[in-house]
């Protein structure tokens, strides 16, 4: 018996519900999950807000944490472009035009 998976949507509007609720014993009964499942939904989505639950293999980044990736990978463009352009300086310094 494998491990029931609950979509994005869902696990969103339960967190969202369980604001609203007093008793997360009782939504979570409602809504067929264990009150520790609601719970950690809840932090997950404290930390990371509308990037929580991306689904499985895909990492959670925080908005910061998604801007740093992005301005790494840029940075890493940046040097391989001009790495490539160092090359094509010595090449077309080597010709005589």
Do not use: C
């Amino acid at each position: 018996m494998g491990t029931k998976h609950y979509d994005k949507a869902f696990k969103e509007n339960a967190v969202k519900l369980s604001y609203s609720r007093s008793s997360l014993s009782l939504l979570s009964k409602e809504l067929g999950v264990s009150i520790s499942q609601l719970s950690k939904w809840r932090k997950d989505y404290e930390s990371y807000g509308k990037s929580s639950f991306p689904g499985r293999g895909v990492e959670r980044l925080t908005d910061e944490e998604r801007k740093i990736k992005d301005l790494e990978k840029e940075l890493r463009n940046s040097k391989l472009e001009l790495e490539i352009l160092k090359k094509a300086i010595a090449v077309f310094s080597k010709i005589d035009i």
